[in-house]
Structure formats: structure tokens, C-alpha cells
Nanobody, 114 residues
Framework: QVQLVDSGGGLVQAGGSLRLSCAASGTIGSIDNMAWYRQAPGKQREWVAT???????HYTDSVKGRFTISRDNAKNTVYLQMSSLKPEDTAVYYC????????WGKGTLVTVSS
């Protein structure tokens, strides 16, 4: 059983920065992909970024150049560094990990004010 604990959300002004973290714990053999998704009010959950086990990254177009996803395999942790934040980035952000099956964090709220 794997548990994902995501954290780091909060209130930030437009143009500011924030870093999200997600730590995996439990019985872990090998984690393949780790990722971040987000869900804004009235919208469906959307994919934001993915980092593979060997460090390759992929981003949705709306965050390219502003967000950076990374991972620390020794700590079983994935990060999302967000900069130049916009009000439209406001959402609950969810951590994702594939460990034989898919696991989700409970979400952390990011609110960007204008």
C-alpha cells in the first residue's frame, strides 16, 4: 500500500512563485511516472506535468516556461516549482504516482490573486 502526501499550496499574488511537494510512503518497489494534475472550480481535472523515473519531463502547453517538475528518487518525492503564477492557475493540485497501480494524493489548494 502506497500513500501520497501532497503539500505546499496556499495564497499567492499574481506573478509570484510557489513550490508543491508530494512524498510517497509505504511499501514501494519502484515508482515509474510521477505527475501533477489540477482541478479548477467548474472544470474537470486536467494533467499539468509528468516526470519519468530517469528525469524526463513533459508539460501541458499552458504552463510551459513557468512550471518545473522534478523528483528525488532517494526521498520518493516529486516537486512542482511554479513561477509567474496567474489567476487562471487557481485550482486544487493533485499528486499522481504509478507504483504497479495508480495512486493519488488528496490535493492541495493553490489560490492566485490579482
Amino acid at each position: 500500500q502506497v500513500q501520497l502526501v501532497d503539500s505546499g499550496g496556499g495564497l499567492v499574488q499574481a506573478g509570484g512563485s510557489l513550490r508543491l511537494s508530494c512524498a510517497a510512503s509505504g511499501t514501494i518497489g519502484s515508482i515509474d511516472n510521477m505527475a501533477w494534475y489540477r482541478q479548477a472550480p467548474g472544470k474537470q481535472r486536467e494533467w499539468v506535468a509528468t516526470v519519468t523515473r530517469d528525469g524526463n519531463t513533459h508539460y501541458t502547453d499552458s504552463v510551459k516556461g513557468r512550471f518545473t517538475i522534478s523528483r528525488d528518487n532517494a526521498k520518493n518525492t516529486v516537486y512542482l516549482q511554479m513561477s509567474s503564477l496567474k489567476p487562471e492557475d487557481t485550482a486544487v493540485y493533485y499528486c499522481y504516482a504509478y507504483v504497479n497501480i495508480v495512486y493519488w494524493g488528496k490535493g492541495t489548494l493553490v489560490t492566485v490573486s490579482s
